[in-house]
């Protein structure tokens, strides 16, 4: 297994779209939800933790979540997979040249 993989396979992509393709609202919510994983460094700036941060993919907003977040934080975890399960959104493996959905199913499980 190349690092590559093995990184693409320990995260999971959240865009800021619906199933249906429309766009989610309110817009900032990814960095809603990755702030309340985040904690202020001696430079008094905000520092998002490295098992949900927000980034661009293609050109859009995303919320990448490390599944390891399962293990340690397993509350928040279910929060942020019912909360993109919830409201449609949809949810990638981190594969940037071929993007395969996760299942419904595999959400809840995941």
Not at 39 to 63: H, T
Not at 102 to 109: G, I
């Amino acid at each position: 297994m190349t690092e590559t993989t093995k990184i693409d396979e320990d995260v999971v992509v959240i865009r800021g779209v619906r199933e249906d393709g429309n766009k989610f609202r309110p817009s900032d919510w990814i960095e809603r939800i990755s702030a309340t994983l985040a904690s202020f460094g001696r430079d008094q700036r905000l520092n998002y933790a490295r098992a949900a941060q927000p980034c661009v993919v293609k050109g859009e907003r995303c919320l990448v979540v490390e599944r390891g977040l399962r293990e340690s934080n397993p509350a928040a975890y279910e929060f942020i997979m019912g909360f993109a399960r919830d409201n449609k959104l949809c949810v990638f493996e981190d594969r940037r040249t071929r993007q395969v959905a996760v299942s419904r199913e595999r959400r809840q499980s995941a």
